[in-house]
């Protein structure tokens, strides 16, 4: 690879030694650039940026060695030659320290001089390369990480549109059949048919109601009407609406609402509806249990942790089994079966993560689940 230009600088204050090397180095091809010393030198430096420098070490005002620390901090990519006298070892093994690329003694010899410049030649072709390389490995990496991102989305978006089609697939069933039931309570006059229908398609009605509000709530972009509340305003208002179902399931349903005097800021509306969220998933997890002898419970617990608020549903039902907890919150699946559309958990934390909060969970097949969300108190942003 070549150089980007084929100045070279010649930094020396014999002027002897300047007139004859610029002979020579323009015979060799160069644009030769010349200075009587140190100053000059890096004025000329900086309006001609060559790429190769050639200076002597010992001149008055600044010598080669500052000259050559001075340019290596406007350009490391610059090589540097440095002339030197015989004798001068210590300063060859300091012009080395600061990394020079050769150099060459006088009285100069012709030979040694090309060969400094062929291996400053070599070291810029060796940096471009490495630079060349790494620039490639960078375009690699972003390319790679756009095409796994791409391909993850692809597989959620395919992995969304399956699920949507089984819960689409499973409602149009259920109207099929409902509809059935129906007609055949009308045909036959059966009213124990009519109503089994009536109760069939009601129950397929709330699912397409459902769906289509958690769509709704996954795909919502508008902001969060974030605002200083009460942690136990949401909380509060779900006991209310859930306690007539806790009464018919036979569910304890408790709270235990936090005790100190604390303001989060939050969207109210939208942390209210990922709890009873939640709570609604931890009341369905008493449908799967065989037997009907342990008591059933659901606790809420809010309470003031360091700078966030916490919020944990705990239930005793039948817990999530290991296929579906690894991706819960991930994948478009549901716990609950034809029941579920797959958007609750997708949905609850996508706006917990829009509160700067966590949500987190554990649970064991059979025992139970603890649900916990995590908010700061005040917003991060």
């Not at 005097?261 to 998933?281: G, P, Q, R, S």
């Not at 705990?314 to 817990?319: E, F, I, L, T, W």
Request: charged residues 30%; glycine residues 6%.
């Amino acid at each position: 690879m070549a150089m980007k230009n084929n100045k070279i600088l010649l930094v020396d204050d014999e002027a002897g030694i300047r007139k004859v090397l610029k002979i020579t180095l323009e015979s060799f091809g160069y644009n030769v650039c010349l200075a009587p010393d140190g100053e000059a030198g890096l004025k000329c430096f900086i309006l001609e940026e060559p790429c190769i420098v050639i200076t002597d070490i010992k001149m008055p005002g600044i010598d080669g060695i500052e000259v050559l620390k001075r340019i290596k901090k406007l350009n490391p990519e610059t090589e540097v030659i440095v002339i030197t006298g015989h004798g001068d070892m210590d300063l060859v093994v300091k012009s080395l320290q600061y990394e020079a690329a050769d150099f060459i003694t006088k009285p100069i010899d012709i030979g040694d001089l090309e060969s400094a410049i062929i291996k400053a030649q070599d070291r810029i072709a060796i940096s471009q390369n490495i630079k060349s390389y790494m620039d490639d490995l960078e375009t690699l990496v972003q390319e790679k990480d756009r095409k796994i991102n791409e391909s993850e989305k692809l597989v959620t978006i395919g992995q969304t549109i399956a699920g949507m089609s089984h819960a689409i697939k499973s409602i149009a069933g259920g109207l099929k059949g409902s509809s059935f039931v129906l007609e055949q309570g009308i045909e036959l006059e059966n009213r124990d048919y009519l109503k089994q229908g009536w109760e069939m398609m009601k129950g397929n009605i709330d699912k397409i109601t459902k769906l289509s509000l958690d769509l709704l709530n996954y795909a919502k972009t508008t902001k969060l009407n974030l605002q200083l509340e009460n942690p136990n305003k949401p909380v509060r208002e779900i006991m209310q609406l859930m306690k007539h179902r806790a009464k018919e399931q036979n569910i304890i349903f408790k709270l235990a609402p936090c005790t100190q005097k604390k303001l989060v800021f939050m969207d109210c509306e939208a942390i209210h509806n990922c709890i009873l969220n939640l709570v609604t998933n931890a009341f369905d997890a008493f449908d799967k249990i065989k037997t009907k002898d342990e008591i059933k419970k659901v606790n809420i617990l809010v309470k003031s942790e360091k700078d966030n608020i916490i919020y944990k549903i705990q239930d005793n039902g039948c817990g999530i089994n290991d296929a579906i907890k690894k991706s819960i919150f991930n994948d478009f699946i549901t716990t609950k079966g034809v029941m579920g559309t797959g958007f609750g958990l997708m949905t609850t934390k996508k706006i917990i993560e829009e509160h700067d909060g966590e949500i987190s969970f554990e649970t064991e097949e059979g025992k139970g689940s603890s649900f916990v969300i995590k908010i700061p108190l005040r917003s991060r942003a």
